[in-house]
């Protein structure tokens, strides 16, 4: 291992979260940074916002110095005391483990296990596909046009949306969370696809299930604050 | 919640691996349920192989008792006394929860963190990317032909196995392993994406930590008894 990033086992401990101050680097219209923002808020975490714009000067995240946190060179980012997490679900799963309160995964393996798949549901097989690189390719070289690249980008979240909705139906309880009746990781996961849906102005009614949770969940006030629209580096 | 699926939280509790046999719904060429599979085989498991297959009689997954283990439709899933879990990472941090010995992730959260993150950036930005379902898009409705759907196949491996790298080398201790010195759920995710990668003639040299490190794993038993070739469906 190289020295920089030795020290990764020793850092942030679990402590008291007012006495804590990490960085997120993010960018306000990330999907996934989105999710980070949402579950901080969740945990009360005060954190430093490192803005990478994604598409100015050829992307800030492309730069060398970004590289060095993360070689994917995507945000978001987490970093505390010389431990760098990337991947926005490693970062979610890490902070519920060393700020435990509130939960945002069940104590159950059984039940955690559905939260996770849920979750991965989200961030595996719908995200991805409509990533701003994926759509970067389809238009070069694939030459496809934005009737085309929209069509495509409403399919994956069609997809998904329909089994997840099966799922919520499923394990909601009240219609009011993905998972039984607290807020899990499948429900910070949620509102940020869900916001991406209306952005292709789909029609969430298919998904009633669906629908219903995330309404409910996106006017809490940590998803509020969460919202691209209301970090520092919003256009 | 429906009844079927209320006792999720009541099965599968630790126990003794030997009296365990759960139910692995799978398809020999899935790398996803190769991952499962090869958790399965670390933790000395026995399972039951439920094969499914993607292509026969337009997909024995496509049909509605099987959409009721897994809305979704795809491989794998778990079974186990009326839990039902999918998507392959979550299966496997429930295996690692219920059945911890050996454990597949670390014990302190930033180490735990970063083999999530390596694993998520294999099960969310190359895989998802060229899964059948996907290729078959590109194919129709979007017409691209077998060169173009290869070269966006290379593409995602390429892209994602560059930032691996450079992870691995950060920090594998020997360069048997993806994190430090002992298999975790990395080394799990990281064995069926270089053989999708191998089957694309992709030059793995490009990325010698990676090729390092799949090299040792790869010959493992608990890796090699899980290879399509090895399962009872291959054909």
């Known amino acids: 291992m190289s020295a920089r990033f030795v020290k990764a086992s020793n850092a942030l401990r679990p402590n008291d979260a007012s006495e804590t101050r990490v960085k997120l680097y993010s960018y306000y219209r990330s999907s996934a940074a989105y999710r980070v923002r949402i ?3 969740l945990k009360g975490l005060k954190y430093d916002y490192i803005a990478k714009h994604l598409l100015k000067d050829g992307g800030e995240h492309r730069r060398a110095d970004y590289l060095d946190i993360n070689p994917q060179g995507f945000v ?3 970093e505390n005391e010389g431990v ?3 991947q926005s679900l490693a970062i979610i799963e890490y902070l519920d483990e060393v700020f435990p309160t509130p939960g945002l995964l069940p104590v159950v393996p059984a039940d955690r296990a559905i939260v996770r798949a849920m979750s991965l549901l989200i961030a595996c097989d719908i995200h991805p596909l409509n990533n701003l690189r994926v759509l970067n390719y389809l238009k070069s070289p694939m030459e496809q046009g934005s009737d085309a690249t929209a069509a495509w980008y409403r399919h994956w979240i069609a997809a998904g949306f329909a089994a997840l909705d099966t799922l919520i139906a499923r394990y909601s309880d009240a219609g009011r969370h993905t998972f039984k009746d607290s ?3 499948a429900d ?3 509102v940020p696809q869900v916001a991406n ?3 292709y102005q789909m029609d969430l009614s298919l998904y009633p ?3 219903k949770v995330a309404t409910h969940l ?3 006030p940590a998803f509020v604050a969460a919202r691209p629209e209301a970090q520092p580096d919003a256009e």
Chains 1, 2 share one sequence.
């Open 197 to 199: 849906s209306r952005r």
């Open 188 to 190: 910070v996961l949620l």
């Open 76 to 78: 978001p980012a987490l």
């Open 84 to 86: 760098l997490i990337t």
């Open 183 to 185: 807020v899990t990781m």
């Open 39 to 41: 579950a901080l808020n």
């Open 209 to 211: 299930a669906l629908q």
């Open 218 to 220: 996106e006017i809490l």
